[in-house]
C-alpha cells in the first residue's frame, strides 16, 4: 500500500514516469520504500530546498501511522 503510494504520487511529479521505480524493503516494524527517478527527474523530486520530498515524506509518515508501521523514503540517485 505504501509503495503504490510513493509510485502514484512520483509519477506525478515527474517528465518520465515510466522510468519510475519504488522498491520496498520490509521489516517487523519499519519498512524502507526506495524510489529511483530518470536523472533529470531527480530536482523535481526532491524540490526547492527539499521541499518536495519533505511533504512526500509526510503523507508516507501519516499513511504508515494509520497500519502501525514506520516507514522510511530514501530517493536514490
Known amino acids: 500500500m505504501l ?3 510513493i509510485e502514484l504520487i512520483a509519477k506525478a511529479l515527474v517528465d518520465h514516469p515510466e522510468q519510475v521505480e519504488v ?3 520490509e521489516g517487523e516494524q519499519t519498512s524502507v520504500i526506495e524510489l529511483r527517478v530518470a536523472k533529470e527527474d531527480l530536482g523535481k523530486v526532491i ?3 527539499g ?4 511533504a512526500m ?3 508516507l509518515s501519516a499513511a504508515s501511522t ?3 508501521k514506520r516507514a522510511v523514503l530514501e530517493i536514490i540517485e
Open 3 to 5: 509503495k503504490e503510494l
Open 23 to 25: 522498491s520496498e524493503l
Open 47 to 49: 524540490g526547492k530546498q
Open 51 to 54: 521541499r518536495t520530498a519533505r
Open 57 to 59: 515524506r509526510t503523507i
Open 66 to 68: 494509520k497500519i502501525r
